[in-house]
């Protein structure tokens, strides 16, 4: 069965402070790797998809990067509006590959 | 509209009532997908929809959970005699073509069982 862990499961900040988030994954093959971005009271918010072992992507002051067990979000020089509860899923190759397995998020608290 | 729709936002309901939360997807996406999210925790997928066939309702909790898609757009998900249990975020998503393109969620609706 696929497994998403995601740490830490909190994460508060100073503005200006840079820091990384895990996503460890366990999976039979990989389809994808998606990054999503959820803010109280609201559904997840697409940011990236990574496919494959050294990808990266970068949207502002976020960037994903990949490797065959586990992805990283790192944060720039966050800002007060990066705070939000980051989620990370995976899709695996086979037959039920359309569906996402999601870890439970990590929370980001940026204090300006 | 732009993003995927749903209604009602915030549901409270009585122990045992009945209720149908509604989906309306992306105009044109294929595949539609429905989530529950528990209070910290991330979603949990629910059941799948490829036009108005559903593939996969492996993700349902019980037997009293029910979804349909009848004309390959609007979905409902229905919950029959609702248990404490049921209090959640249900989350719809909706996908164009390609296995790997992105998922676009709604907002959600919050049920509350009381």
């Known amino acids: 069965e696929d497994q998403v862990t995601q740490s830490p499961e909190a994460l508060r900040l100073q503005e200006g402070e840079s820091s990384s988030l895990n996503c460890s994954y366990t999976?039979?093959?990989?389809?994808?790797l998606f990054w999503y971005r959820q803010d109280p009271g609201k559904g997840p918010e697409f940011l990236f998809t990574l496919y494959s072992a050294g990808e990266e992507k970068e949207k502002e002051r976020l960037k994903a990067t990949l490797t065959k067990k586990e992805s990283f979000l790192h944060i720039t020089a966050p800002k007060p509006e990066d705070s939000a509860t980051y989620l990370c899923?995976?899709?695996?190759?086979?037959?039920?590959?359309?569906?996402?397995?999601f870890g439970a998020g990590t929370t980001v608290t940026v204090r300006a | 509209g732009a993003g995927v729709s749903q209604s009602p936002r915030y549901k409270v309901a009585k122990r045992g009532q009945d209720v149908a939360l509604r989906c309306d997807p992306i105009s044109g996406h294929v595949s539609l997908f429905w989530y529950q999210q528990a209070l910290g925790q991330g979603p949990e997928f629910l059941t799948y929809f490829q036009n108005e066939a559903q593939l996969d309702k492996s993700g349902l909790p019980s037997d009293r959970f029910f979804a349909e898609r009848p004309e390959g757009s609007v979905s409902t998900l229905k919950i029959q005699r609702t248990q404490q249990e049921d209090s959640a975020v249900y989350l719809c998503?909706?996908?164009?073509?390609?296995?790997?393109?992105?998922?676009?969620f709604g907002q959600g609706t919050r049920l509350t069982v009381v």
């Open positions: 998503a909706s996908r164009g073509t390609g296995l790997s393109t992105e998922a676009f």
């Open positions: 899923a995976v899709q695996a190759l086979g037959s039920n590959d359309y569906k996402l397995s």
């Open positions: 999976v039979s093959g990989l389809r994808g």
